[in-house]
Nanobody, 126 residues
Framework: QVHLVESGGGLVQAGGSLRLSCAAS????????LGWFRQAPGKEREFVAG????????YDADSVKGRFTISRDNAKNTVYLQMNSLKPEDTAVYRC???????????????????WGQGTQVTVSS
């Protein structure tokens, strides 16, 4: 079992920044790829960013490229999402996720992740 707890969400003006954190516990988190997803009201859940278990590979959705950066600190079992140049369309509940299988590649489909945090709300005002 993997327990994930997000923090760092809030209300920010367009153009501002936020840093989300996701603290993981349970299994050997350092062997798991980790991802961030978001879901806005009335919209499908979408992949935002993912990072490999060792942290050497990262993947970003086109909608956030150049603005968001995912990173991880395996010593702290924590994954981060630095969000800059925020836009109103970034408003959503952001959730971190982990797959069941160790050393799995970074997936971009929510179906590839079995463990999910409760989420943190990010609201960007115009």
């Amino acid at each position: 079992q993997v327990h994930l707890v997000e923090s760092g969400g809030g209300l920010v003006q367009a153009g501002g920044s936020l840093r989300l954190s996701c603290a993981a516990s349970g299994r050997t988190v350092s062997r798991l790829a980790l991802g961030w997803f978001r879901q806005a009201p009335g919209k499908e859940r979408e992949f935002v960013a993912g990072i490999s278990w060792g942290g050497s590979s990262t993947y970003d959705a086109d909608s956030v490229k150049g603005r968001f950066t995912i990173s991880r600190d395996n010593a702290k079992n924590t994954v981060y999402l630095q969000m800059n140049s925020l836009k109103p369309e970034d408003t959503a509940v952001y959730r971190c996720a982990a797959p069941f299988r160790e050393f799995a590649r970074v997936g971009q489909s929510s179906q590839e992740y079995q463990y999910w945090g409760q989420g943190t709300q990010v609201t960007v005002s115009s």
